[in-house]
């Protein structure tokens, strides 16, 4: 059954990645679901009844952070249509991460996986982007931890910031000798957005991670509408550095163990239905979806 991949702004549906995704043309496009002030809630009903009706299953992906508006309107229309096809996941990531997670989803949907270990995949995923971004200032930055010295340094003119929001938080300045966050154990494929006037440099980015990171390329998108309130500030260059290779994020959601829910009855992985958040009933250890039950990578 085919499953759509939904986000909740356009700036979120971000184009095919190169070298090892899958041919232009054919990574499936995502769905935007605006935002309440955008559309009105018969029209939302309408289009997302018909989206099902076409594609039978409906993932949506969004920031735990959106505002509680449009998380309303999620949940609203999910349950006016009564529909158990349709899954809300919230994510602890900065918006950008959230579209390439997304991305990463609509490569795997032209593949054999069931709509439940789809929306599973999502959780599993997430373990392995590592999102942050590069900012002139942390004054107003609630998601990281952030000392008083750092504050006090964000009123210095010419202070940069470099910031990893997950998966474990981490504040540096750009410059100032301190130690880099650890890189990732595989290879990755760098996504920056800048904000306003060109955003805060991308030196750090693009060439002290990048070159600790083991990065096969970079791509330049739009910055999400969603960024400059999760980081506090406008002037900024977010990042998410993913894996870009289909057949590795095949291979990671393939050799997780499979269950049925005993709620809906569709197909997962992990320790909660992505359908109906029903948790797996057992008595041993559930597999879980984190990093120290990360399978091996292998790079093509």
Known sequence: MPTAIAVTSRELVLPPTFGHALPDGQTPSGVVLPHPDAQSLDTALAETAALLDQQGYLVVLYPAASPAPLVRRLHTVRSLLESDRIALLALDLPPLAVGVLARQLRQLSVADFSPGVLGCAARLLAHYIHAGAQLGSVARLDRVPVGLGSHVRSWVPGTRFGVIAHPT?????????????????????????????????????????????????????????????????????????????????????????????????????????????????????????????RPALTSH
Not at 181 to 204: I, K, S
Not at 220 to 246: H, K, N
Not at 269 to 286: L, T, W
């Open 169 to 293: 938080p981490r504040l540096v300045t750009v410059g100032g000798g301190a130690d880099e966050p650890p890189a990732p154990g595989y290879a990755t494929q760098l996504t920056l957005a800048r904000g306003q006037h060109g955003g805060h440099g991308a030196d750090w980015i693009t060439g002290t991670l990048a070159s600790g990171w083991r990065v096969t390329g970079v791509q330049e998108v739009e910055l999400p509408g969603e960024s400059p309130r999760w980081w506090g500030t406008g002037r900024l260059t977010e990042f998410a550095a993913a894996i870009p290779d289909l057949s590795v994020l095949y291979q990671l959601v393939a050799s997780v163990r499979r269950e049925e829910c005993h709620w809906c009855g569709l197909e997962l992985i992990g320790d909660r239905c992505a359908f109906c958040s029903c948790p797996v009933p057992r008595s041993d250890p559930a597999p879980a979806l984190a990093p120290a039950a």
